[in-house]
């Protein structure tokens, strides 16, 4: 008796966490191929692979539903009039040791249109948070109800991060409502906490965020600075001891 064949038997795909599996299932039959075609190769099956293509390049456009599905909008995200200090002042600013770049729009990641030399006063007249990437925070266990404002959670709910407030608060989107959220996970991003305070849960996917101002300079001049990693001006921080 000739050695039994092997066919592939394929199901439809079915959806798993968001991510596209195919289910493979392989049986015997007793007869020859008919056809006379060349053995099966499990290294290469054609028919496996053009359903796993396409399967996978839905992959974006699933995660991306479910982040909208929550309320989040799509990234780059600008946040009119907020600022990643506490005590953030407007009004006049000035250099200090070194030079600062100026962009024409915020989120500019294009050659600067201007500079502001070192020891110069300018004004700071608005402010924007562009989020590049929505932070994700997960519950590893239940969260207690945070200072009346932040929300209590069940073991596995998903916070979605948009933006830092200071002093460890954030503005999330949780179950499809936005709500100041107190951290409730161990590291960054949020401040530095002693290794004994408690924490319940995770975080997934770091917040990444860009702080921007809008500037008025000299001569009807005008722009956008990046202060996500500025230390070269003063004035932005009312709390800080000579401002």
Known sequence: ???????????????????????????????????????????????????????????????????????LPKAPYTVEGACQLECCRLGQWSTSFSTVLVYSTPGDRTSPSDTIPVRTAFLADSTVVVVRQFGIAVADEPVPQRYRDSPALAAGDTAYLVRYKGEDWFTAIVRGQRHDLYAFWAGGPGMSRPASTRTYGHVAQGLETEWWVHVRLTRGRMGWINMTHVSSVRGPDACSQGG
């Open 1 to 71: 008796m000739s050695p039994p064949n092997t066919r592939l038997k394929l199901a439809a795909p079915v959806l798993k966490g968001r991510i596209a599996f195919v289910h493979r299932t392989v049986w015997r039959r007793r007869r020859r191929n008919p056809l006379g075609r060349e053995p099966w190769n499990p290294t290469q099956p054609p028919m496996l692979r053009s359903l796993l293509i396409p399967s996978f390049l839905c992959l974006p456009a699933l995660m991306l539903n479910g982040l909208q599905a929550q309320g």
